[in-house]
């Protein structure tokens, strides 16, 4: 199912997970993108939540080009 979310000048497109229906966590790893402004302790944050403490985050230095 694909949802939307509007900023203040785009609508976003995304596909909801709920964490809860899975019985094994579906994630290892997640990369930051370098010009994405999500802090890596809030993404730990988010991920604590859903029981997902041991999926691996990480920061890309490598630009989108």
């Not at 976003?12 to 802090?39: A, D, S, V």
Request: aromatic share 10%; glycine share 2%.
């Amino acid at each position: 199912r694909i949802d939307f979310m509007a900023t203040t000048n785009d609508i976003i497109p995304f596909c909801p997970i709920n964490f809860n229906e899975f019985t094994k966590n579906p994630l290892r790893r997640i990369w930051i993108g370098p010009k994405n402004m999500t802090r890596e302790s809030d993404l730990k944050l988010l991920l604590k939540k859903y029981n997902c403490e041991k999926v691996v985050v990480e920061t890309s230095n490598i630009s989108y080009r």
